[in-house]
């Protein structure tokens, strides 16, 4: 399993290019675990005693309302900080996360952080970007959900956000579809049978292919112009 020294290669993430005085830090204080997919790490509702760096897999960020109905709100790589704005408000977990597929993370304790943030200023900055990550990703939600016009529209947004940060204009490449198409109705509010429809018909336009589990954008500016946000 790899720990934060000798992962390679570095990306630009909140914790993932501190200095080696720090990284000693946070490795001295943490603990590397490897979890199956359907591990929960953490519950809406419950108190928030620690961060979870992710540092491989994917996980998704659920809501439930008082009446039991539960949304889907984002799916998230590695590189995300579960949890932080949590702990360092002091306060409760918002939401629910549950690894999609085999996951590592890396998980700090309370005190620890808090030591660590203000020991190391670039450990402190790291905290900053990813509280602002979780702010745009909180942007995006509510621009799928509320813009777009149609059910059509609002999977179309989320087709361009899940593509948007592994292509580019010269490049379009094949992203892993990570949802059902019922947990991509609980992300778009709507059914599963729209969200069929809906795939089934950007398939038959050409506006996306399939090869096997691996997504492609053919026609972005149709989808764009389709989700009108």
Not at 73 to 99: C, F, Q
Request: hydrophobic residues 40%; glycine residues 6%.
């Amino acid at each position: 399993m790899k720990t934060c020294q000798n992962c390679t290669p570095k990306k630009q993430h909140a914790f993932c290019n501190l200095s080696e005085d720090a990284l000693a830090f946070m490795e001295s204080v943490s603990i590397s675990t490897e979890c199956p997919r359907g591990t929960t790490f953490f519950r809406q509702g419950d108190r928030c005693d620690a961060v979870y760096i992710l540092c491989r897999g994917r996980v998704k960020l659920t809501t439930t309302s008082s009446e039991g109905r539960t949304m889907i709100l984002r799916v998230v790589d590695a590189g995300y900080v579960l949890g932080l704005s949590a702990i360092l408000s002091e306060g409760v977990h918002e939401v629910t996360v549950e690894a999609l597929e085999p996951c590592q993370v890396t998980v700090i304790n309370r005190r620890p952080l808090m030591e660590m943030l203000q020991k190391y200023g670039e450990a402190s900055v790291g905290a900053a970007r990813a509280l602002a990550q979780e702010c745009c990703s909180g942007f995006n939600e509510v621009r799928r959900l509320a813009l777009p016009a149609s059910p059509a529209g609002r999977v179309a947004r989320l087709l361009l956000d899940w593509t948007a940060e592994k292509s580019t204009p010269q490049c379009t490449k094949g992203v892993a579809l990570p949802l059902t198409h019922e947990e991509i109705a609980s992300m778009t509010s709507t059914s599963r049978e729209t969200v069929t429809r809906t795939l089934s018909r950007f398939r038959r336009d050409n506006l996306i292919t399939f090869k096997g589990v691996l997504l492609t954008v053919m026609q972005p500016d149709v989808l764009e112009h389709l989700s009108a946000c």
